[in-house]
């Protein structure tokens, strides 16, 4: 069972930083796609954003401008940085990861297209 660990959450005051990392237990250099999700309280998940194997990127529109994703394959490290947070970016933040094409890679991809997940790290952002 491939296990996705997440770290790096924290709280941070509005206009802060925080960059998420994400460990799969298995060597991804070759896995499809790659992205980060997150659930507010009362919310259903949504994608934030996703990295497909060529380097190809998407993000949602509320993201656009202050997030990046990157994959750094000599560390087995996916990232998320998370530059002039709002508080509406309070959530639990999961990776997630399809090893194989099932659909596209994009934030708007249905969410059980991705094999693995992780447990999740929390942002929380204060005004």
């Known amino acids: 069972q491939v296990q996705l660990v997440e770290s790096g959450g924290g709280s941070v005051q509005t206009g802060g930083s925080l960059s998420l990392s994400c460990v799969p237990s298995?060597?991804?250099?070759?896995?499809?796609?790659m992205g980060w999700f997150r659930q507010a309280p009362g919310k259903e998940r949504e994608g934030v954003a996703t990295i497909q194997s060529d380097g190809s990127t998407s993000f949602a529109d509320s993201v656009k401008g202050r997030f990046t994703i990157s994959k750094d394959s000599a560390k087995n490290t996916l990232y998320l940085q998370m530059n002039n947070l709002k508080p509406e970016d309070t959530a639990m933040y999961y990776c997630?990861?399809?090893?194989?094409?099932?659909?596209?890679?994009?934030?708007?991809?249905?969410?059980?297209?991705?094999?693995?997940w992780g447990r999740g790290t929390d942002v929380s952002v204060s005004s």
């Open positions: 298995r060597y991804y250099s070759n896995w499809y796609c």
């Open positions: 997630a990861a399809s090893p194989t094409r099932l659909a596209a890679c994009n934030v708007l991809t249905s969410q059980g297209s991705f094999f693995y």
